[in-house]
């Protein structure tokens, strides 16, 4: 069971990962407006703080699992 939950977990960063490639593409097509690139920091700040946390939560999964 573990393992489903780190698959999905790491599923759910691959996605994220790929939104973010998405955005950086778009971002450096689009105007360099500081508001935009201010909001897409932001995000990518979130962002990168919640892929910690599931990473965190991976590393707890797999340290469970071997004891």
Do not use: C, F, K, Y
Not at 11 to 39: T, V, Y
């Amino acid at each position: 069971m573990g393992d489903v939950r780190a698959l999905d977990a790491i599923a759910r960063i691959e996605r994220a990962l790929a939104r973010i490639e998405a955005s950086g593409r778009r971002s450096s097509q689009s105007s360099s407006d500081p508001a935009e690139l201010i909001e897409l920091r932001t995000a990518h700040q979130a962002l990168r703080a919640r892929v910690e946390g599931a990473i965190g939560q991976i590393d707890l999964l797999l340290e469970s699992e071997n004891r």
